[in-house]
């Protein structure tokens, strides 16, 4: 594919042929990173994740394309000083991304490397698209796609349990960094990952819809329960189709079986949430007895 010269991600595409890759697709030019569907030789398509995104583009391009270049999209040129900063925290996602390498249910790294200006890797493209698209459709939903979410779920809550226990908490769990391929349900974007045993980030973040309330003063300590709180968000949204407030007043809408724990995962303290395995198993409980009531339907 070629964008427009004026567009800003040409030149990070420009830089990604360089290395030898052919574009097929640019799928998210953000902030901080742009992702490519990509492939080298006769190898099939993969996504590489470039660590350059819209604010730093701005000092690549010619002193007379930069004012055009405006017309695509805002963004603000950083300090040499920030994009330093922001290399690392790239380098430091690469490397956390590599240290989840063979645990199920997490969007594996592939291959990673370096041009001059930023870092990269890739990791598999997933056709079947992330969670968004389940959450939009309410409780009108057929009971198949119901069990098919409550899988992808549980799916989701054994990534994290994998996660956990190699000391790694994602905390960013939200319908995004959930991506579906063949039915399996993957968690990825470990930019905002944290080893358990290292404070990282600010000690204060949000409010975002799907974070927890620790946030708001222990972002950089944020425990295995901060991932349980968010994941029992994206949860409560599927089947309740409503963001849980005012006591979790829809939760009757919910397998009898997820209720409690639902209940106790978006309890304001994490010390009073279960533990991400109780999770998982209630998930996958819930998507068993419902994959058995569609059976006896047919």
Request: aromatic share 8%; proline share 7%; with cysteine.
């Amino acid at each position: 594919m070629r964008l427009h010269p004026l567009h800003p991600a040409a030149w990070i595409l420009d830089q990604v042929r360089d290395a030898g890759w052919h574009v097929h697709d640019l799928l998210t030019f953000t902030r901080a990173s742009t992702l490519v569907l990509a492939s080298r030789d006769d190898a099939p398509p993969v996504v590489l994740k470039a660590g350059f995104g819209s604010n730093h583009v701005l000092a690549e391009l010619d002193e007379s394309s930069r004012r055009a270049a405006y017309g695509f999209y805002w963004y603000a040129e950083m300090t040499e000083a920030e994009r330093t900063l922001t290399r690392e925290d790239f380098r430091h996602e690469i490397a956390v991304t590599r240290a989840a390498v063979g645990a199920e249910h997490v969007v594996p790294l592939l291959e990673e490397g370096s041009a001059d200006r930023f870092d990269w890797y890739t990791m598999p493209y997933c056709s079947g698209g992330s969670l968004r698209p389940l959450l939009a459709t309410g409780p009108a939903r057929e009971r198949d796609e119901t069990v098919t979410g409550l899988g992808i779920l549980a799916d989701v809550a054994e990534g994290l349990c994998i996660l956990h226990d190699r000391g790694i908490v994602h905390r960013d769990v939200y319908q995004e960094n959930i991506l579906i391929s063949d039915g399996v349900g993957l968690i990825t974007d470990l930019g905002a990952a944290r080893r358990t045993d290292t404070p990282r980030g600010p000690a204060a973040r949000g409010p975002e819809v799907h974070w927890p309330p620790e946030y708001a003063a222990s972002y950089d300590r944020a425990t295995p329960a901060a991932d349980v709180f968010s994941l029992a968000v994206l949860v409560y949204r599927f089947l309740c189709a409503d963001i849980p407030r005012h006591g979790y007043s829809r939760l009757d809408a919910a397998p009898a079986v997820l209720r409690p724990v639902i209940s106790e995962a978006l309890a304001p303290a994490p010390e009073d949430r279960p533990a991400m395995s109780e999770l998982r198993d209630a998930l996958g409980q819930a998507a068993t007895q419902a994959a058995a009531l569609v059976e006896r339907a047919h």
